[in-house]
């Protein structure tokens, strides 16, 4: 009961059940994540409970021995960052333009405005290497896997990339684009966020200004 008294109000009765039902009759031993009211100042701190039954000679539950870490500050920290990567979600999935995720080789995730633009499915993007999707060379003539690694490893080195690019659509066709390529951190690790879009459309509008010009 002293125990139960320092548990914030919503969680003493879950908390009360979980000791009776798991630790007392199931003999499990008691690891949880919960709320506690503070005494001394009545501020709400997370502790991280863990310990086990002691038995006497008959295995009858005598007391329950464990230790109880403040958490608070961590808990706090993780419930922000799950927070930030939901939002993160929402943006990535709802965006209108293309974004990609991906490490130094290959794609490890994209919206469904990539798969639109790439036109083929998520399963078909993510593994491959943005080579796989370009052409051999780029309209300036450069290999295009020796310019997109130019591209990531400064991207990767912290300096954002914004540059054109020829890709291509599963079935082969030819686009021109605009990449936006960052370096973001995903829990721990470094990866690249390439946001794309498609300026086929511009560009041909370019050549054919040209051409009407040299015609003038």
């Not at 086990?52 to 870490?69: N, V």
């Not at 608070?72 to 993780?78: D, L």
């Not at 309209?139 to 997109?148: Q, T």
């Amino acid at each position: 009961a002293g125990w139960v008294s320092l548990i914030q109000p919503d969680w003493q009765e879950c908390m009360s059940s979980y000791v009776t039902e798991e630790v007392i009759a199931q003999r499990n031993r008691f690891d949880m994540v919960y709320p506690i009211v503070r005494r001394s100042d009545g501020a709400e701190r997370w502790v991280h409970g863990m310990g086990g039954l002691e038995l006497d000679r008959e295995s009858r539950p005598l007391r329950l021995i464990g230790t109880i870490r403040d958490i608070t500050e961590r808990k706090v920290a993780s419930d922000a960052l799950q927070e930030s990567e939901a939002k993160f979600k929402a943006l990535f999935e709802s965006a209108r333009v293309a974004i990609i995720l991906m490490d130094r080789q290959t794609f490890l995730d994209c919206n469904p405005h990539a798969e639109q633009l790439f036109a083929c499915a998520k399963s078909d993007l993510v593994g491959h290497s943005p080579v796989d999707f370009s052409p051999l060379r780029q309209p300036d003539g450069h290999p295009s896997a020796e310019r997109a690694a130019q591209y990531i490893d400064a991207a990767l080195d912290g300096t954002p990339q914004f540059f054109e690019w020829s890709h291509l659509r599963l079935d082969g066709t030819q686009f021109d684009c605009e990449v936006s390529l960052n370096r973001v951190d995903v829990r721990d690790a470094m990866r690249l966020q390439a946001v794309v879009r498609d300026i086929t459309a511009r560009k041909q509008a370019e050549a054919d200004l040209r051409l009407q010009g040299a015609a003038l």
